[in-house]
């Protein structure tokens, strides 16, 4: 079971080495991983800490989602501003 305290989005890159993932809840919050497995392990530790650092500089931390979601999907193309 996952214990994740919000969402997550990890991406697959073009290189199928490294995942890339952050969470759509958790400003600020990104990582990278060799594997699904290895981004979800990295997130819940990882989320963790990012919390701990936002309390220690006085920042407000978000609610928890109750019910959160992991979404994997291809990495999103950016598109250049004209």
Same mark, same amino acid.
């Given at each position: 079971? /996952?214990?994740?305290?919000?969402?997550?989005?990890?991406?697959?890159?073009?290189?199928?080495?490294?995942?890339?993932?952050?969470?759509?809840?958790?400003?600020?919050?990104?990582? %990278?991983?060799?594997?699904?497995?290895?981004?979800?392990? @990295?997130?819940?530790?990882?989320?963790? #800490?990012? %919390?701990? /650092?936002?309390?220690? @500089?006085? /920042?407000?931390?978000?609610?928890?989602?109750?019910?959160?979601?992991?979404?994997?999907?291809? #990495?999103? @193309? /950016?598109?250049?501003?004209?």
């Amino acid at each position: 079971m /996952l214990d994740l305290k919000y969402s997550l989005v990890i991406e697959a890159t073009e290189d199928p080495n490294f995942f890339g993932f952050y969470s759509p809840e958790l400003e600020g919050f990104t990582g %990278i991983g060799n594997s699904v497995e290895d981004c979800l392990y @990295k997130a819940k530790w990882g989320m963790e #800490e990012h %919390i701990g /650092l936002l309390k220690e @500089k006085g /920042l407000s931390v978000p609610k928890g989602n109750p019910t959160p979601t992991v979404v994997i999907q291809n #990495e999103r @193309k /950016l598109t250049g501003v004209t």
